[in-house]
């Protein structure tokens, strides 16, 4: 069973999202502090942690960067629970190490696929693993659909710039447009096209982070033709347009004295 670990001081959020997961087939621990989180990371090894930001004695971003130094830990996906909307806590907390972020007050079906999306990005495509460590459980996931959403994604990954559509990337996996939609659905919840959206945005998110390449260029890396149109797609997902997160994070730099 899919474990997943809740981390926040105020027992009604906690509480709210624990009952929910659990609706959904996950185990859940919880925790009420950054330090009581990292603790109960090491001791099980959860697939996931949903940790908020803001709590006392140990905040999420310490306990995030404890996660990710810890050999232990540092490869279990983080995703941060806040109310707040402002770009630098956002790139804060991607530097730590977080993978993604919920927004307060929760909207369920957010939280469903933000969780799915993850447990299924997380593990690399020639990883051999049962169908039930990379989908959402109550989904009707088959290890075909497992093997199916596996391809898509090492395709995806291997050229962003041309990525096929359905019709070809049924051919280039040996099925049919709707069998692949199917699986595709049923591994993350997402259509095809919404799955190479992410992937791409993922993507362009690293390499603002971890490249020089100005925004234009980073925008055409992963596909994206106008960059009005990556400029929009990236903020409807992060929350922060892709210059004000670049910007964050060169203030961030010169403020330690890295170059």
Do not use: W
């Amino acid at each position: 069973m899919t474990r997943i670990l809740v981390v926040d001081d105020q027992p009604s959020d906690r509480s709210l999202l624990a009952d929910f997961l659990g609706q959904q087939g996950f185990r859940v621990y919880m925790a009420s502090d950054g330090l009581d989180g990292v603790n109960k990371a090491r001791a099980s090894r959860p697939d996931l942690i949903l940790m908020d930001i803001a709590m006392p004695r140990c905040d999420g971003m310490s306990a995030c960067r404890q996660l990710k130094e810890d050999p232990a830990t540092r490869d279990i996906p983080v995703i941060f629970l806040t109310a707040s909307g402002h770009p630098e806590e956002r790139v804060a907390g991607l530097e730590a190490g977080a993978i993604d972020y919920i927004t307060k007050p929760f909207h369920f079906d957010e939280v469903r696929l933000r969780v799915a999306i993850h447990l299924t990005l997380e593990v690399e495509p020639s990883t051999p693993a049962p169908a039930a460590d990379i989908t959402a459980p109550g989904t009707e996931a088959s290890s075909f659909d497992v093997a199916l959403c596996r391809q898509v994604r090492a395709i995806v990954l291997a050229n962003f710039v041309d990525v096929p559509d359905v019709e070809a990337l049924a051919r280039q996996t040996s099925t049919s447009a709707r069998r692949l939609s199917l699986a595709m659905k049923r591994c993350t919840g997402l259509t095809v096209f919404d799955y190479v959206r992410e992937e791409r945005l993922r993507e362009s998110k690293r390499l603002l982070f971890e490249s020089d390449s100005d925004i234009a260029t980073i925008a055409m890396r992963v596909g994206y033709t106008s960059g009005a149109n990556f400029a929009t797609a990236f903020k409807a997902r992060f929350g922060i347009s892709p210059t004000d997160m670049r910007n964050a994070r060169d203030r961030q730099g010169a403020a330690r004295g890295t170059p």
